[in-house]
Nanobody, 125 residues
Framework: QVQLVESGGGLVQPGGSLRLSCAAS????????MGWFRQAPGKEREFVAG???????YYTDSVQGRFTISRDNAKNTVYLQMNSLKPEDTAVYYC???????????????????WGQGTQVTVSS
């Protein structure tokens, strides 16, 4: 059973930065497509960023240029560096993984098989 554990969330002022981490069990990261999603109160879960098995990265338009996804296979960890944070980035952030066709870019939540418990990010002055 794959386990994903997010950390690094918190309260930050607009314009600030946070780095989220997602630690995975086993050798999940090296064998999977990994993604970050977020869900704000009253809204559906939405795709934020992803990285494929071949290290291709992709982002939703609203975070392009501000967020960076990366992976460290040796540490079995995926990161989301978030810069220039805005109040609209406030949400619970979730890490996700799939080992099904991991070379494909995945932006739908239904395409991921494993999920973490989430970490809260609040952007407010």
């Amino acid at each position: 059973q794959v386990q994903l554990v997010e950390s690094g969330g918190g309260l930050v002022q607009p314009g600030g930065s946070l780095r989220l981490s997602c630690a995975a069990s086993g050798r999940t990261v090296s064998r999977s497509a990994m993604g970050w999603f977020r869900q704000a109160p009253g809204k559906e879960r939405e795709f934020v960023a992803g990285v494929t098995y071949f290290l291709t990265t992709y982002y939703t338009d609203s975070v392009q240029g501000r967020f960076t996804i990366s992976r460290d296979n040796a540490k079995n960890t995926v990161y989301l560096q978030m810069n220039s944070l805005k109040p609209e980035d406030t949400a619970v952030y979730y890490c996700a993984a799939t080992q099904s066709a991991p070379w494909d870019a995945r932006v739908r939540a239904i395409d991921y098989d494993y999920w973490g418990q989430g970490t809260q990010v609040t952007v407010s002055s």
